[in-house]
Every structure is written in C-alpha cells, then in structure tokens.
C-alpha cells in the first residue's frame, strides 16, 4: 500500500494553475525529495497533502484513506473542520519553523501529545526529552524560541513534529530560513530520520542533499511534474531541457 | 492643612461610586468584549454583520450620549433602571465595543503559521484558540487595553451628567461652596494616583507575559 497517492491532483489560485495533473506514489520507508523552480508548485502540493490546503481536483490519499477536501475560507474557517482523525499520521516541518513563541522547547513538543492525544504529562516530557536528545537540542529544552538560533528552531520543530509518532512527514524548505552555517546541523538530523525508515516528502532548494538522501527526486516546474526518478538518473543524466537548465543554475 | 484634609476626604467619599463603576465596567467589559471578538472572526455572516453594527454604533456616538439614552430614553420604553445600573450598562457596553475591535485585531495579527502548526498537530479549533492563539494575543493587546483603562477612569466622571456623585462632581461642590480652586487639584492629585496606579499594573501584566522575549 503506498503511504501517499495523489491521483490527478488539480489546483488553481484564481486563474492561476498551481497544480496540474499531479500524479504521485510514496511508499513507506521512501524518502522523496520534491525540487524545482521557484513557483513551480512544491510547497503548495505539500500542503495539499498535510491538508493545509485544499486541491480544486484530483484525489489524496493517505495510507490507502482519502482525505477529505476541506470546505473553502480561511484558514480560521477551515480549522474549524478540522476533525483529529488523521491528523498524527501526517508530520509537517515549515520553512518558518511556526514554533510556539509563548511556549518553551519542550512546552512546544509536549503541547499536541498531552492535548491532542490526551497523554499524561509525564509520558509526554519522557518522549520529548528522548527526541531533543536525539536533535541534539536537549539542552536548550526550557529556553524560548526567541532565544535559540534558526536551526536550533527549526531542529525543534523537527521533534515537535515527531512527538506525535507521524507515519509521514513532510518537509517544506525546512533549510531556506536558515542562516548558510546553520543548514548542515538540520540537514543532519533529517538524514538520521531517513536512516529510521521514517517516510519523507522534502522540498528543498539543497541540491546535494537530496541527491544523498533521496530515493527519488521529483522536478516540478509550472504545475507539473515533469521527471520522478532515481538521484542518479535526475542529476547526473537529465533528458529533460527544463530540468538541465535549472541544474545548471543552481549548481 | 486641616482644610486639605477635610476636603480631601470629601472627594474620596465621592469617589466610591467613580471605583465601583470602575470595576463593573472593567468585569464585565473584558468577557464580553472577548466574546464579540471571537464572533466577528466566526464563520456566521450575520453574527459578523450584527456586531459590526454594535461596535460601529458605539464607538461612532459619544459615551455621555449613550448613557442619556440609558437613562431618559429608555423609560420611554418602560425600562427604568436606577442611575447606577443605567451607568454599568452603557459603560460595560460601550468598552466592550472597543475592547471588541482591540481584541480582534490582536487575534488577526497572530500569524497565519501559528494556526497552521496547530492544526497539522491535529489541534482542533478551539484547543488552537484557547492554547495557542489567544495567549499570545493577551501580549500584544495589553498596550491598547491599558489605553483603555485609563479612558475608563476619566470617563467615569460623565455619570455627573445624570445627577450622581462622583469623584470630580464632589470636587466641584467643595469649588462651588468655599470658593477655591484646592478641590480641583486635590482632584487631580486623586485622578493622576489612579491613573498611576493602573499604569502600573499593567506593567505588571506586561512584563508577565513578555518572558518568552
């Protein structure tokens, strides 16, 4: 059964197509990295599969369930529907990181476990702890996030997004905030999480770090999905124009 | 000395009914303007029609007009409230109208990405508002509110204008009797303490909720 299926998937804002005849499989255990130019549609496609946005057409579906189409407004309206179910199978990383401010490390990673999941709290802080050793973050858990660096915050959020034991995550240029000497300690810590197994969808602008990290790199460009194939072949061996010319360019 | 005194004790006297109100207005005022705030960034149109309508009238008309209203108006309707009660009511009501629009404003200028976080961790609307949204809106809402607060104080001497009595209508009776002008600065002696002393208390909170600064 594959983790992520979009089927068709078709989005537009306004007369713009964001979104056209997407088609996409991820299975368990796969980490898929999404490149391309700015625009192209990466973090909007990411977002229609963590449901923060809502495709006009076409099907998602995750672990074998699809996924409602929730109803149009804001976000404000939106979240108002939103029901828990499904919600810690999907894990979502944000270039901004969207950390708690009023809340500590630690208070940030404990937060949805005790209220979502209705965890006790000692439970929570035990997991939390293990996962801020693991991102190397354990101690700065009682600083605020206004008194950490970027990647630092963005480390964190990682755990926070891993407290709740997602099947997926999905990263959305979770490097591109980042300060140059900060990217590599993160970058670190997502390629550890490849290791475990976890399944991965990451948009990112780091071209070498997809290529080692990946099973499969996707291109996309205005909309489409233009090239979904192995590291090797999308870098070393592009037939396509489109990709070729970007490659040079960020590279 | 002793003159100073007496007087000042006068005006205190006077000044009961400017705190009671004070502190009517201010609780009930805050719950509901809290409440109209949320309903304007409800999905229900008409909700959001009504209380833009209220908070429009409100603000748009002079306090002292509204308490008239209250107070000579509204018998007409055979509503008869006593002076105080007239003045709780519009008061509470009238700084609820702003309090609404501040409080507002703070939830709409908390970013986008905070809801968003919220709901991939699968938190429901109201867990996001009351965990995440609304504690970090009471931060920035502070300053304006504190605004508020202090207007309170001041306004509070408009319930002369039916007849009670309050802190400056003591002073100006004391002006009236003895034919000096001490009473009015003994009054904003009292006036500039309060408004000292609510300056400091919302420091107080400010600084409460700055810590993760």
């Not at chain 1, 901004?96 to 500590?104: E, I, R, V, Y």
């Not at chain 2, 960034?41 to 409100?58: H, K, Q």
């Not at chain 2, 009238?94 to 200028?109: C, H, K, V």
């Not at chain 2, 970013?111 to 970090?136: C, F, H, S």
Request: net charge positive; charged share 25%; with cysteine.
């Amino acid at each position: 059964m594959d983790m992520i299926r979009v089927v068709n998937g078709y989005k537009r804002f306004g007369k713009d197509e964001v979104l056209k005849n997407i088609n996409l499989e991820v299975k368990k255990g796969e980490v898929v990295s999404i490149i391309g130019p700015s625009g192209s549609g990466k973090s909007t496609l990411l977002r229609c599969i963590s449901r923060l946005e809502k495709m006009d057409d076409g099907i998602i579906e995750i672990e074998g369930v699809k996924i409602d189409n929730h109803s149009e407004g804001g976000i404000l309206r939106r979240l108002k529907g939103n029901s828990n179910k499904n919600s810690s199978k999907v894990g979502m990383v944000f270039q901004n990181f969207n950390l708690f401010p009023h809340k500590t490390v630690l208070e940030n990673i404990i937060e949805a476990p005790i209220i979502v999941n209705k965890m006790k709290r000692d439970e929570a802080v035990e997991i939390a702890e293990e996962l801020l050793k693991k991102v190397n973050l354990f101690d700065k858990k009682d600083f605020y996030p206004s008194k950490i660096s970027g990647g630092q915050k963005q480390r964190a959020a990682i755990a926070r997004a891993l407290a709740m034991k997602p099947d997926i995550m999905l990263l959305d240029e979770p490097t591109s905030a980042l300060d140059p000497e900060l990217v590599g300690e993160v970058l670190n810590v997502i390629k550890d999480l490849a290791k475990e197994n976890l399944t991965m969808v990451i948009v990112t602008h780091e071209m070498a770090f997809a290529r080692e990290v990946s099973d499969r790199v996707i291109f996309m460009d205005r909309g489409e999905i233009i090239e979904d194939a192995p590291p090797e072949k999308i870098f070393e061996n592009p037939d396509n124009q489109r990709i070729r010319a970007f490659l040079s360019k960020v590279m | 000395m002793q003159y100073i005194l007496d007087v000042t004790s006068f005006i205190l006297k006077g000044s009961v009914i400017t705190f009671k109100l004070y502190l009517v207005t201010a609780i009930f005022s805050v719950p509901l303007g809290a409440l109209c705030a949320l309903g304007k960034i409800s999905r229900f149109r008409i909700l959001r029609w009504f209380l833009g309508l209220y908070t429009w009238v409100f603000r748009g008309t002079p306090l002292m007009f509204q308490l008239f209203f209250t107070y000579y108006a509204l018998p007409v309707f055979n509503i008869k409230l006593e002076p105080f009660t007239a003045a709780a009511v519009t008061y509470s009501i009238n700084y609820a109208a702003y309090l609404t629009e501040i409080f507002r404003a703070g939830i709409e200028s908390i970013d986008k990405g905070q809801y968003e976080a919220a709901k991939v961790l699968g938190m429901n609307y109201a867990q996001t508002m009351w965990r995440i949204i609304l504690p970090q809106t009471i931060k920035r809402v502070i300053p304006p509110v504190s605004n508020e607060a202090i207007s309170l104080i001041k306004d509070t001497a408009l319930i002369a204008a039916i007849g009670m009595p309050d802190l400056l209508r003591a002073a100006k009776e004391v002006l009236v009797r003895d034919f000096t002008i001490t009473p009015f600065f003994i009054a904003s002696v009292l006036y500039l303490i309060i408004t000292s002393f609510i300056v400091l208390i919302f420091r107080k909170i400010e600084k409460r909720y700055s810590v993760h600064e």
